[in-house]
């Protein structure tokens, strides 16, 4: 893949995550909390996982094929930190230091467990296919 | 809610050039320090915070309505898709799987506590929140 495919794909995909992030982010309007964005994270690190897990153990495979669109373009662009860390400024800000709090600790070791959860079921798919 | 189809494409075109400047600034990054740790995605996330801190200490955090162009195009979009999540668990994960523990753990903790640091110098530098 050539240089400007590569991040062609990446664009792509990523422009298809961040569009897909704030629909939901609309769709689930509302609470204080920050639900949106803790389900994005987490379901694009399983995601980010299952999909590095099969590209590792079949190169070539599709999966490892579109792996820059669907891993650094559309798991990329869908999940955030930025906005995490602005939305736990928001809640400090709102003077619900609890919430926030809350919210860091809920996050990380979700999207770690989900990007191993991720990984797992990625490396039974590869060896099952 | 509906869908404001000039917001999307905003979100979409953000979303877009900035997935493709964190693949260039991680790559270099990455051939700068080297590739035995997440260099890269650190330098991207932690830039990313400064930023979005800058912004919001610029324009004020959004409020519960639906976000202005502007907003939509450098937060939701640029920054949203410049800094990433994903990258950073799966990069965690496989030190953690090398037997990397202590690297693992330094990237969580540097990726939170550094990155919550640029946040706020964003926010200062660009006067406070109002």
Redesign the interface.
């Known amino acids: 893949m050539k240089a400007w495919q ?2 062609a794909a ?10 897909l ?3 939901i ?3 689930m ?1 509302g609470p204080v909390f920050p639900w949106p964005t803790l389900l994005v ?1 987490a379901v ?2 399983w ?3 299952a999909v ?1 897990a099969v590209a590792t153990q079949r190169l070539h495979s599709r999966v490892a094929r579109w792996q820059p669109f669907l ?3 559309f ?12 939305e ?3 809640l400090l ?1 709102e003077a619900r230091p609890w919430l926030a709090l809350g919210y ?1 600790m809920i996050s ?1 070791p979700l ?2 467990a ?3 959860h991720g ?1 797992r079921v990625g490396q039974r798919l590869a060896i099952e296919t | ?1 509906d ?1 404001e189809p000039m ?2 494409l905003m ?10 400047s ?2 260039a600034v991680g790559n270099g990054v990455s051939a700068w320090l080297g590739a035995g740790f997440p260099w890269g995605t650190l330098a991207v ?1 932690l830039s ?2 400064l ?3 800058l912004l ?1 200490g610029a324009v004020g ?1 959004p409020g ?1 309505e ?1 976000p202005r162009p502007g907003w ?1 195009l450098l ?3 640029l ?12 990069q ?3 030190l953690w799987r090398q037997g990397r523990t202590g690297a693992a753990l330094a990237n ?1 903790l540097v ?2 506590l550094a ?2 640091a640029a ?2 110098l964003g ?1 200062w530098l660009a006067g406070g ?1 109002t």
């Open positions: 590569h991040y990446v664009g792509l995909g990523s422009a298809l995550g961040a569009s992030r704030y629909a982010a609309l769709a309007l994270n694009g690190s995601l980010m996982g590095a891993a650094s373009g798991c990329g662009g869908f999940t955030t930190f930025s906005l995490f860390g602005l736990t400024l928001q800000n860091m990380v999207w770690l989900a990007a191993w990984y | 809610m869908v917001i999307l979100v979409a075109a953000g979303g877009a050039l900035g997935s493709m964190r693949l996330n990313g915070a930023l979005m801190g919001a955090l519960p639906a939509a937060a939701v979009g920054l949203g898709g410049y800094t990433t999540v994903s990258s950073f668990s799966l965690t994960l496989l969580v990726t939170l990155g919550f946040l706020g926010v929140l």
